[in-house]
């Protein structure tokens, strides 16, 4: 069984973890970063207009 003081003490590193990551997220998204060269732009294509005779 889990005592108090455990508790405590795993509640205190999930906090620091919690910061170190939101700090993370917080850099990662003030970065400018161009999108892959593999990614097509979006381009609407052409409506086809199918005759059934």
Do not use: D, S, Y
Not at 9 to 25: F, P, T, Y
Not at 32 to 45: I, L
């Amino acid at each position: 069984m889990i005592t108090e003081e455990e508790v405590a003490q795993l509640r205190k590193e999930n906090q620091e973890l919690l910061q170190v990551a939101l700090l993370r997220i917080e850099e990662l998204e003030h970065q400018k970063t161009p999108p892959p060269a593999f990614v097509k732009a979006n381009v609407k294509k052409p409506q086809v207009e199918e005759t059934r005779g």
